[in-house]
């Protein structure tokens, strides 16, 4: 079997994978160039690749597979090691939304496990599954970081912050209804595609988007404040811890 320009022959048997059409490889050997660009070391480089073919697909194909191991002098063994080690790393097809629900032990506990039921029965769809007109996708997904506004759901990574199963029907249906659909941080959603490309380091070129990015909200800042020893808003405005090194030389 021949092997297209730039592949490696390891003597492995290759992958079952066609090659990206040529107008799509080029275009994306261009892409991949410039990221691979700012690495020290080619191979540094795989994650915003894996990212990269992510975007083109919705998920990480045979396909990206081959053409990342290619653009990487990678093996095909050692890219498929790493995209399934990332949870991030879609195996399967993602919808234009890729919902996210947060079944960790916290979300769990204040609704996620009944937010992730009552979704999968509203959208007749299982996990990592997608609905049948292609806009919704759903994972349960572990600790987002966002503990202190659970149960959270995501939305292409996108935070949907103290949901709960009406909450989470009502954000799915917009969804589907193609109706413009705000996270509670963060910027504006795009598609699941368009997401992946940014991840993989190319500009968010929305008008404004990148200022919507907003900062930690209180929940977030309450443990820094405390730390601080300082009174948290609505307190009678007494300290509630010290700070580390209060009365000390330190
Ligand atoms: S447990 Fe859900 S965000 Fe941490």
């Known amino acids: 079997m021949s092997n297209s320009p730039g592949s490696v022959e390891l003597g492995l048997p290759a992958l079952p994978a066609r090659p990206y059409p040529p107008q ?7 892409d991949a160039r410039e990221l691979i660009a700012r690495y020290p070391v080619v191979r540094s480089a795989l994650l915003p690749l894996l990212h990269l073919v992510q975007a083109e697909e919705g998920y990480v194909s045979a396909t990206g597979i081959r053409f990342c191991a290619e653009q990487l002098e990678l093996t095909t063994a050692e890219v498929s090691a790493v995209a399934t080690f990332y949870t991030m790393y879609r195996r399967r097809p993602a919808g234009t939304y890729h919902v996210g629900v947060c079944t960790n032990t916290l979300c769990a506990v204040l609704g996620g496990d009944q937010i ?49 199963p009406e909450s989470a029907r009502q954000l799915v249906d ?25 991840l993989a380091g190319f500009p968010d070129e929305r008008d404004g988007a990148v ?29 509630v811890v010290s700070p580390r090194h209060e009365g000390t030389d330190a």
């Open 116 to 164: 992730f039921a009552e979704l999968k029965q509203h959208l007749g769809i299982e996990n990592n599954e997608t609905t049948e007109d292609g806009e919704v996708s759903i994972e349960h997904i572990e600790c987002n970081a966002a503990c202190d506004y659970a149960p959270v759901v995501m939305v292409n990574w996108e935070f949907f912050d103290n949901q709960t």
């Open 24 to 30: 799509v490889h080029d275009r994306l050997a261009a």
């Open 211 to 239: 200022d919507e990015s907003g900062a930690g909200g209180a929940p977030s800042l309450a443990g820094l404040r405390l730390a601080r020893g300082e009174a948290l808003p609505g307190t009678s405005g007494t300290k």
């Open 174 to 198: 917009q969804l589907r209804e193609g109706r413009e659909v705000r996270p509670t941080r963060g910027a504006r959603l795009c598609s699941f595609k368009e997401t992946a490309r940014m």
